[in-house]
């Protein structure tokens, strides 16, 4: 039920349901509300702060009328003074893992098309989104700040360009964020802060970006300009510690630039390595054991699979092609596997991937954009007996599930994992097998 208030910007309702982006979601006069800072089932005053589109508005909370039994004192300080890093700080853990697993849900209803009956072959209702170990706290061993026109580093801000200094996030390992008032850095950069795998720091200053100038007017020069800006080479300076980092997953180490992609989990390298091989096994195993690792990285996913290679449940692995765009990550994989299994390709997926040897079992572990229909569509023209799906953004996740049902392949587990406690963020895991399956 939602009524409105005298002021027209403000409204009192009571969202009933969460939303992929960490919002509550509640409806106003026919039309849908996103309302930031209220957990489903509370009763809250907001404000409007977004009525430009048709079909929903966007409102944020300024009174909590009747709080959630599920409200809690927000644990990071950065949040709650504006840092956009931990947005859900103010949801008990365990409840916030039921809204996410609530929020999988509903993704793959809404944008996965799956219908009631292939939810519950899934067993989706009760599957939950299980933490990686005990904490949510201090669980992040990358991370990116930014540096204000005081030279002080600090989380970015919820809204605007700003930063918020001088106030610590709790999701980052423990002294990770220790003594940096104490560094002298230049307004306008950026720091990349890595806790290697024996507790060592690592700190990389990334130059501000220089300006460019504007080739056009209005808008579309801007947006051009902002483009541009983002993309140019920006100098970097090694502030603590080395340019490579250390990271460790069993017995297997990785050196990986410190401004390079890892999983921000300290977690999540293992289990997600595991749960790969896990689904794989219970897929029906490597076949003649030629794999994909596709947006393999410094290929964690690789090494995973080659270390229980020979189990009676996987088979073996002849090959693991590993393929990615970021020659730093490709040149960590090299130096690291030495046992002529893995190869390692540079590009874009969906050319390089279209190029490779026929696969048993392809992996895609895609960023936040999800793998899309073109690279969807190579791999189902090369007719692997099992895919493992890696997503990062859930909507994307289930927009990709969707596409590979339209290639012909079918969904036979799914495992969502709470990577990026105290945030709205969602990791999941996904086997597919060919709708009709040969074996
Ligand atoms: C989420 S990370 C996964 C990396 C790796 N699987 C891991 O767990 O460490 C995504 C990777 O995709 C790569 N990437 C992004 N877009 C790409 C593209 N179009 N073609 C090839 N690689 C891409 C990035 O360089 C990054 O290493």
Request: negative net charge; proline residues 5%; aromatic residues 4%.
């Amino acid at each position: 039920m939602s009524t409105t208030d005298d002021d027209a910007r403000e409204i009192v309702l009571r969202p009933d349901r969460p939303a992929n982006g960490g919002e509550a979601v509640g409806r106003l006069d026919g039309r849908v509300v996103f309302v930031r800072d209220a957990i489903p089932g509370e009763l809250v005053r907001a404000r409007i702060v977004d009525d430009s589109r048709e079909r929903f508005v966007r409102a944020e909370v300024i009174e909590i009328i009747e709080p959630s039994p599920f409200r809690v004192e927000p644990i990071c300080d950065a949040a709650r003074h504006g840092a956009g890093c931990c947005d859900l700080a103010f949801v008990s853990l365990e409840h916030a893992r039921d809204l996410k697993a609530q929020v999988v849900r509903d993704a793959l209803g809404r944008i996965g098309g799956f219908g009631a009956d292939a939810l519950d072959d899934l067993g989706i209702a009760s599957t939950p989104v299980t933490g990686l170990g005990d904490s949510g706290t201090g669980w992040r061993v990358r991370t990116r700040l930014g540096i204000d026109s005081a030279g002080r580093a600090g989380m970015h801000a919820r809204h605007g360009s700003g930063i918020v200094a001088g106030h610590s996030c709790a999701a980052p390992e423990a002294g990770m964020l220790a003594g940096l008032d104490d560094l002298e850095l230049t307004p306008g950069g950026d720091l990349a802060i890595v806790a290697d795998m024996d507790g060592g720091r690592h700190i990389i200053e990334i130059a501000p970006p220089r300006p460019v100038r504007r080739a056009r007017r209005g808008a579309r020069g801007a947006a051009q300009a902002t483009r541009r800006r983002r993309e140019q080479p920006r100098a970097q300076r090694v502030v603590e510690g080395s340019a490579t980092a250390p990271h460790r997953v069993g017995d297997r180490i990785w050196q990986i630039p410190v401004t390079g992609f890892w999983q921000a989990h300290r977690a999540a390298p293992a289990t997600y390595g595991q749960t790969v091989v896990d689904l794989v096994a219970a897929a029906g195993g490597c076949g003649d054991g030629v794999v994909w690792d596709l947006y393999g990285g410094a290929g964690v996913l690789a090494g995973a699979m080659i270390d229980v290679a020979g189990r009676a449940d996987l088979g073996s692995v002849a090959t693991v092609h590993v393929v990615d765009s970021d020659a730093a990550a490709l040149a960590a994989a090299e130096a690291t596997f030495d046992d002529g299994i893995v190869e390692v390709h540079r590009g874009e997926v969906a050319t390089v991937a279209a190029q490779l040897p026929t696969p048993d079992v392809v992996i895609l572990d895609p960023p936040r954009t999800g793998a899309g229909a073109a690279v969807i569509g190579v791999v189902a023209d090369a007719d692997p007996d099992v895919i493992v799906h890696v997503g990062c953004d859930i909507g994307r996740f289930a927009r990709d599930l969707a596409l590979f049902g339209d290639q012909g392949y079918r969904v036979q587990e799914i495992r969502a994992f709470d990577a990026f406690p105290l945030t709205h963020h969602i990791e999941a895991i996904a086997a597919l097998v060919p709708a009709h399956r040969r074996r």
